[in-house]
């Protein structure tokens, strides 16, 4: 299996212009996660999604963030307008169930800069 | 709010053995995870508690004390790979895991 995918791997956008990271989970998970990690505050979820339907988005930091999955093999994370406190590694992440052995398995990351 | 604390860095010799402690207070619990992370990389799964007690995997193991609200992360035989950040992370339930900040073991020769 391939694993997780993401890309991009980086990017660097300037502060103001809209930012679209994109995710392939692993087939066959139901579950799916996006987490951003900074050395402040560590890893951080943001929103989770089963069978492609959103269902907790309590970690999205506010409106200027949003996720989508519209079918279960991709899901986007969306920043309009970005700003350069959002520049962090954003994780997506898939599993099978929750928790027990089917644990998370997490993709390459994004690599975030907001200038 | 939810606390898991851990040390911020460790340092420890190759071929010794070093414990990584992680302690929380949590409003739920459903399992406790351990995950490495090598600088620049995503995390990678180590193992899962949700019994107490110690699992064993190779030169890993994992103990849970769910009554203490502590895990440990047991690495033996350490080898200069082992350099890396390891996340205690707690799932609270609903798919719900919370992360520590990690711990950064350096090995030395």
């Known amino acids: 299996d391939a694993g997780v995918i993401q890309s991009p791997r980086h990017e660097v956008t300037e502060m103001g212009q809209e930012v679209t990271l994109r995710c392939k989970p692993i087939s066959g998970h139901d579950y799916l996660f996006w987490y951003r990690q900074t050395m402040m505050r560590g890893l951080e979820l943001l929103i989770y999604f089963n069978n492609n339907v959103p269902i907790d988005d309590s970690g999205m930091p506010e409106d200027r963030f949003s996720a989508k999955m519209p079918n279960a093999s991709f899901s986007t994370l969306k920043i309009q307008p970005s700003e350069p406190r959002d520049s962090a590694v954003y994780f997506c992440?898939?599993?099978?169930?929750?928790?027990?052995?089917?644990?998370?398995?997490f993709g390459p990351g994004t690599r975030l800069t907001v200038l | 709010g939810q606390n898991i604390d851990q040390p911020t860095e460790m340092t420890a010799t190759e071929g010794a053995i070093v414990q990584i402690n992680c302690t929380y207070q949590t409003s739920g619990f459903n399992g406790l995870f351990w995950y490495q992370q090598h600088a620049g990389e995503a995390p990678t799964f180590l193992s899962y508690n949700v019994l107490d007690g110690l699992e064993e995997k190779g030169r890993f193991s994992s103990f849970l004390s769910r009554s203490k609200g502590y895990s440990y992360l047991l690495l033996k035989e350490l080898q200069m790979k082992d350099s890396a950040s390891y996340l205690c992370?707690?799932?609270?339930?609903?798919?719900?895991?919370?992360f520590g900040a990690g711990t950064r073991l350096t090995v030395k020769p």
């Open positions: 992440a898939s599993s099978r169930a929750q928790g027990g052995t089917d644990t998370q398995y």
């Open positions: 992370a707690v799932l609270l339930g609903n798919n719900d895991m919370r």
